[in-house]
Every structure is written in structure tokens, then in C-alpha cells.
């Protein structure tokens, strides 16, 4: 009697046990590490969780109104983005609002007060000669600062700080030298450092130079710098944030920091040398083999590493403090290192009171850019999460509603399969849950109300997958085929169908995630998403679960509440084909 044939088809109908427990392994281990990581919530964004937005206005320097235009205000919103996401925070939304306004989103979250710091934060960066420098409420004299490290190295190195909240007044710095003398050095120094120079840190500014035969101009110029410089009191907030305004690069400037023992430092500086567009990458690390803690590196381009040996070549020629050189972000001091030799290794190095935080914060500022724009903060309001969580309620309840529906739906017409159904949108609800709140800390991927749109839509394509396989099932019934040899022929039709239009739904979540911008992303990111798994859940689980349940006795003798009882699908039973009795064989005898 011959044997039926064994083929690919028969060996996987026989092994549908390790499908299912590959994806059931995988459910726990996703599960498992959201537990380990701790975070079993999946990240909300703005309209969700509330947050902050911040509306910022372009302020053009003087003589330059044109700079506030179509290119430079995109570039700021390119660098924005840049700068907010490159902090962790995700979902959060940069964008033009007329022609000199940026609104900015930063939903409320890891990271998001430092976002809101560094925002509208112009990190032009500036390293200018120092001239003269004295602990701030001190006398008018340019009494040295202590160096902040020990000894010379071939890296600067200094202290760095974020911009803090006004102090009390720090004790003032006995002069070395009489102050007629540290006078007229200063002023020197200032007239020197009068003439033109070719620094490219200028930006096309050119410093204008003092008549010829006369240093009256110069000279007043310099009194007048150290008149005021006399007056400042760097320990006041208001004063801080207004010295230096509307200088120019190409010009000496007054400015306030922080030394290594905590106390306000005031400085006369000299014109610019090099500026952070020479800087061509700037990082965070943490220097553990010399002690040195948490430092900024920086690498400079190669016009960069020029004017940086150049200027540290001259400074290495003078006296203290004229032989230090002052790393000036946004006016503010933020090391003051000193140099013995040029510096020609094209990198350098600041560190002293960094701590992780604030270097990293620093470190991002220098590597995606200064903003082409200076821009003030018109208004920065708090949203709250309540309209959001009242659509998130309304949406919630829609989909609840449209889930149920899908369940009757499955009870009334396909009865006995509907559990298969249910179980595959289990599995897919569980699938996406655990991904979505992985996702959140390892991508910055944000759930907001778009994207639980994406995640209900989801619903039908899954459950379309279902059908498209039951009714390939039910019309290989139809034709008169048992129920075990009806599932395996009806995959392939079914798998093709399904491939197809899981195809298309993710073609249209790419396009429309690489199209658009915004919260529209996270729909398109959630569909896409969804649109996988669907993939996923019915080819290791779908499948391999009706197979199994095609053993069973009651879907296999076709119960009438199965969903597969022949009558009520019209074929003509019984289920299986049987063989007509052979006639008998009429034999000779011998």
C-alpha cells in the first residue's frame, strides 16, 4: 500500500511548538528587561505629560537688522533640535512662528530643565588675551589671579562652571605692584592690542586703528576700559549679565567668571584670537589617570589650530597674568588657564570644577554650533498634561469601544477561531507595550496622542490578518478538504495576501515618518511599528496556534461552534474523501 508523501509542509505542520515558544521567549525577555531597566511606562510627550514653551525672539546686533532672515532662522531651529534632542529629550518640537519668533515644546521629562537652559543659550565662544584680572569687589588694580592648576601643562586647564545665581561679595586681591604701574601696563597692553588684526574670529569685523602720529585715541579708549573696569562688581547679577554687550570680537571687553575657590573674578580682556567655529569637536570625558575629573576636550580644524598655536605663542612671552588666555562662553569666563609654550597639538583641554552634568552640557553647546541669531525669551509658560489627558481618556474609550466590537464581531461569526483571534491580539498588545516602553530610554521614542491613534488603527490591520487566513481556511473546507491539510494549503495564499498588505501599510508610515515632522511622526512611527509585529504575531503565533488547535477534536470533526462546521460553510460532508473497495482480485490456481 503506498505511503503519503512527506514534505515541507507535513514537517512544519508537525513543529509548530517552536514558534510559539520562540515568541513567548521573546515576550518574557522584552518583559523582563523593562523590569530590570525600570522603566515599565512607555515616556509621554508634551500634550501627554505637560511640559514647557518657551517662545524666543531674534535680536539683531546693531548695524546688522539683515542678519534675522530665512536662512539664519532655520539654521537656529536645525541647531535647536539638535542641542534638546541630543540631551535625551525626545518629542520635543522646535519651529518658526513669523519671522523673528521660535517656539519651542520641551516636554517634561529627563533632562528637560537643562533643555530649557541651553535652548536659546548663543555658545559663541570666544578665547581672548587677559590683560588684566582681580577677584571681583577688590580695588581698581590688576593684581594676578591665582593659576588654577599647579603647574603648567600643555592643555588648558581652568575652572568651569554654569552661570550661578549672585553671591556675596568676594575679598578683594592685594595688589603686587603699585597701581600707577599695573596701570600703565594695562594700558600698554590695551593700546597694543588696539592695532588691526588679521584674526578670523572677527567675522568680518575690523578693529579700527588709532590715528597715525597720535595714540590719544587709543590711549583714551584704554582709561576709559579701565575706568569702567574699576567700577565692576561681578558678584551682582544684573551687572554680570549686561558687561560685555554689543562689543565686537575685534574689540577688548570686560567680563566676569568664576576661580577655583568659588569667588567672582573680573577680567579686562583683549580682542578675540579664535572663536568656536575653529573648534571642531568638543566632548565630555572623564579624566581618571590624572585626576583631573570630569574635563572638555576639544579638537580644533585646521585654520583653528593656527591661530591657537599663534596666540598661545605670543602669550608665552609675557608676564602674569598677561601670559593667560581667557575661554569666554557667552561673556561669561569659563577658564583662564596659562601658558609657558605655544601649543601646536591642534586640541586642548579644559577642566577644574566640571562636574558630569556640566560638562556634558558645555560639550553639547560646542559641538553642535553657536546660534547665528542672538535671542531673548519673550515667554515661557508651563502646559499642562489635563487637555491632553482628557483626549487621551476620550481616545482610550474610542478604541475600547472599537476593540469590543472586533471581539463581538469574532464570537458571532468565526465563534471557536475568535480565541485564536483574541490570543494573537494579546500577544500583539503585549509586543507593543514592552517595545514602546524600551524604546522611550533607548531611541527617546515619546507616546503622544498621534501616536496612540497609530497604536489604535493598529487594531484593524492585525485583525485583517486574521481574517485574510480564516477564509483561506474556510474555502479550502468549502472544497470538500479536512480541516489539518485546509490550514497548511491555505498559508501560502493567505501568507502572500498578508505580506502584501502589511507591505503597503509600512511603505505609508515610512513615507509619512520621513515626510513630515512633529507629533505626525509619532503616528507614523507607532503604525510602523504596529505593521512589524502584525508580521511577527501571525506567523509565530497565528499559524503555528491553529495548527495546533486543527488537532483538537473539536475544530478537526468541525463542531458547530468552531467556526469550521462544514454544513454552515456548504461543503458536503463527511470532511474526508474516502476510497472505493477495490474489486476483488480473481487469482488462478495452480
Known sequence: MATPKKGRNASAQSKPGRSLALILIAIAALTGGMFASGHTKPRLGIDLAGGTSITLRAVPEAGNEAAINKTNMDTAVSIMERRVNGLGVSESEVQTQGRENIIVNIPKGTNSEQARKQVGTTAKLYFRPVIATEVAGGPGTASPSPSPTGSPTDKPSGKATDKPEATDKGSSASPSASPSTQGRAVTDALKADATPSASASDKGDKASPSPSGSGGTAEGDANALQAKYAKLDCTDEKTRSSVGDGVKAS??????????????????????????????????????????????????????????????????????????????????????????????????????????????????????????????????????????????????????????????????????????????????????????????????????????????????????SFIVYFERVRDEIREGRSLRPAVERAWPRARRTILVSDFVSFLAAAVLFIVTVGKVQGFAFTLGLTTLLDVVVVFLFTKPLLTLMARRPFFANGHKWSGLDPKSLGAQPPLRRTRRPSAPVETKEA
Open 251 to 464: 574689540e577688548p571687553t570686560l567680563a566676569c567668571g568664576k576661580n577655583a575657590q568659588g569667588q567672582w573674578q573680573k577680567y579686562i580682556l583683549g580682542p578675540a584670537e579664535v572663536d568656536g567655529t575653529d573648534v571642531d569637536k568638543a566632548q565630555a570625558v572623564l579624566n581618571t589617570q590624572t585626576g583631573a575629573g570630569w574635563t572638555v576636550t576639544m579638537d580644533f580644524t585646521d585654520s583653528g589650530a593656527k591661530k591657537f598655536a599663534d596666540i598661545t605663542g605670543k602669550l608665552a612671552q609675557n608676564q602674569s597674568p598677561q601670559n593667560q588666555f581667557a575661554i569666554v562662553l557667552d561673556g561669561d569666563v569659563v577658564s583662564d588657564p596659562y601658558v609657558r609654550q605655544a601649543l601646536t597639538g591642534g586640541n586642548a583641554e579644559i577642566s577644574g570644577n566640571f562636574n558630569q552634568q556640566s560638562a556634558q552640557d558645555l560639550s553639547n553647546m560646542l559641538s553642535y554650533g553657536a546660534l547665528p541669531l542672538t535671542f531673548k525669551v519673550d515667554s515661557m509658560t508651563t502646559v499642562t498634561a489635563a487637555l491632553g489627558g482628557d483626549q487621551l481618556h476620550a481616545g482610550l474609550i474610542a478604541g475600547a469601544i472599537g476593540l469590543a466590537l472586533v471581539v463581538i464581531y469574532l464570537l458571532a461569526y468565526y465563534r471557536g477561531l475568535s480565541f485564536i483571534a483574541i490570543l494573537s491580539l494579546l500577544v500583539s498588545a503585549a509586543l507593543t507595550y514592552t517595545l514602546m516602553s524600551l524604546l522611550g530610554p533607548a531611541i527617546g521614542f515619546a507616546l503622544n496622542l498621534p501616536a496612540v491613534c497609530g497604536a489604535i488603527v493598529a487594531i484593524g490591520i492585525t485583525a485583517d
